[in-house]
Nanobody, 122 residues
Framework: QVQLVESGGGLVQAGGSLRVSCVASGRTFSNYAMGWFRQAPGKEREFVAAIAWSSRSAYYADSVKGRFTISRDNAKNTMYLQMDSLKPEDTAVYYC???????????????WGQGTQVTVSS
C-alpha cells in the first residue's frame, strides 16, 4: 500500500502562484510514477501532469503546459506541482496519484490522495 497526502492548496488571485505537495508513505516511493489530477465541481476528474519515477519524463495537459511544473524528490518521498499564472478555470480539488507507469489516464493509477482545494479568484 502507498498512502498519499496532499497539502499546500488555498486561495490565490488570478495570475498568482501556488505550490502543492504530495507526501508518500508505505511502499518505496521511487518505484512509482506519480501524477496530479484535478476535479472541478460538476466536472469529471482530469489529468494535469505526470512524472516518471526517475524524473526523466514528464507530461502535461495542454491546458497547463508552460504554466505548471511537476517535480519529485525521491529522498523526501515528496512530489510537487508548481502552479504559476493561475487562472480561475484552474479552480479544483487537486489529487496526487501513484501508478506503476507514467500515464495520463486515471485508470492506470493505483493509489490516490484525499485531495487539496485550489481556488483562483478573478
Amino acid at each position: 500500500q502507498v498512502q498519499l497526502v496532499e497539502s499546500g492548496g488555498g486561495l490565490v488571485q488570478a495570475g498568482g502562484s501556488l505550490r502543492v505537495s504530495c507526501v508518500a508513505s508505505g511502499r518505496t516511493f521511487s518505484n512509482y510514477a506519480m501524477g496530479w489530477f484535478r476535479q472541478a465541481p460538476g466536472k469529471e476528474r482530469e489529468f494535469v501532469a505526470a512524472i516518471a519515477w526517475s524524473s526523466r519524463s514528464a507530461y502535461y495537459a495542454d491546458s497547463v503546459k508552460g504554466r505548471f511544473t511537476i517535480s519529485r524528490d525521491n529522498a523526501k518521498n515528496t512530489m510537487y506541482l508548481q502552479m504559476d499564472s493561475l487562472k480561475p478555470e484552474d479552480t479544483a480539488v487537486y489529487y496526487c496519484s501513484a501508478g506503476r507507469s507514467i500515464s495520463s489516464s486515471y485508470l492506470d493509477q493505483d493509489y490516490w490522495g484525499q485531495g487539496t482545494q485550489v481556488t483562483v479568484s478573478s
